[in-house]
T-cell receptor
Framework: EAGVTQSPTHLIKTRGQQATLRCSPI?????VYWYQQALGLGLQFLLW???????NRGNFPPRFSGRQFPNYSSELNVNALELEDSALYLC?????????????FGPGTRLTVT | GDSVTQMEGPVTLSEEAFLTINCTYT??????LFWYVQYPGEGLQLLLK?????DKGSNKGFEATYRKETTSFHLEKGSVQVSDSAVYFC???????????FGDGTTLTVKP
């Protein structure tokens, strides 16, 4: 069974630009979660999508946004990039809201903002 | 709010030594508890889980028991290997929130 996949693996952007990160959940999983792992800040919850809707949001500014598509894949958009947005962005999926406690993670996208 | 506290690292052990990484949590309700492992340059891998009090999660020689009375979920392994060198994260999750709350991670280095 294929795991959670993320693309691209690495992304380099300039301050002020926009970044788009993509995630495909495990087959059969309908919930997708996004986390930021910044150096020195640990893993911080960003967003939770299920069945195409945003279910919960972490303490991040509105320039962090995303969406979930009908095939349950998801996209994270970061607008007006700042240097401190440099981090590993991890996507996770679960088999719906009833199993939201059991999340499986992808390998991450390393975003570098220069 | 919910929180997870892990013992500070880094931890350095010799091969075949006994491993304990302490984890305590603060949460309302009845969270599920997890240990994840992160190898260099990779994402998180679910190592083991426990969904209710007194449950013992186990995988690849690692074990942890959900202790509600002490709000703890300590990770143990009887004999570590060099290949166990990684960062270990303790986490809790509640279905209605959808988010997992992680500890800061403990870096384990095992020397031959």
């Amino acid at each position: 069974e294929a795991g959670v996949t993320q693309s691209p693996t690495h992304l380099i952007k300039t301050r002020g630009q926009q970044a788009t990160l993509r995630c495909s959940p495990i087959s059969g999983h309908t919930s997708v979660y996004w986390y930021q792992q910044a150096l020195g800040l640990g893993l911080q919850f960003l967003l939770w999508y299920d069945e195409g809707e945003e279910r919960n949001r972490g303490n991040f500014p509105p320039r962090f946004s995303g969406r979930q598509f009908p095939n349950y894949s998801s996209e994270l958009n970061v607008n007006a990039l700042e240097l401190e947005d440099s981090a590993l962005y991890l996507c996770a999926s679960s088999a719906g809201t009833a199993r939201a406690y059991e999340q499986y993670f992808g390998p991450g996208t390393r975003l570098t903002v220069t | 709010g919910d929180s997870v506290t892990q013992m500070e690292g880094p931890v350095t052990l010799s091969e075949e030594a006994f491993l304990t990484i302490n984890c305590t949590y603060t949460a309302t309700g009845y969270p599920s508890l997890f240990w994840y492992v992160q190898y260099p340059g990779e994402g998180l891998q679910l190592l083991l889980k426990a969904t209710k009090a007194d449950d013992k999660g186990s995988n690849k020689g690692f074990e942890a028991t959900y202790r509600k009375e002490t709000t703890s979920f300590h990770l143990e392994k009887g004999s570590v290997q060099v290949s166990d060198s990684a960062v270990y994260f303790c986490a809790l999750s509640k279905t209605n929130a959808g988010k997992s709350t992680f500890g800061d991670g403990t870096t384990l280095t095992v020397k031959p």
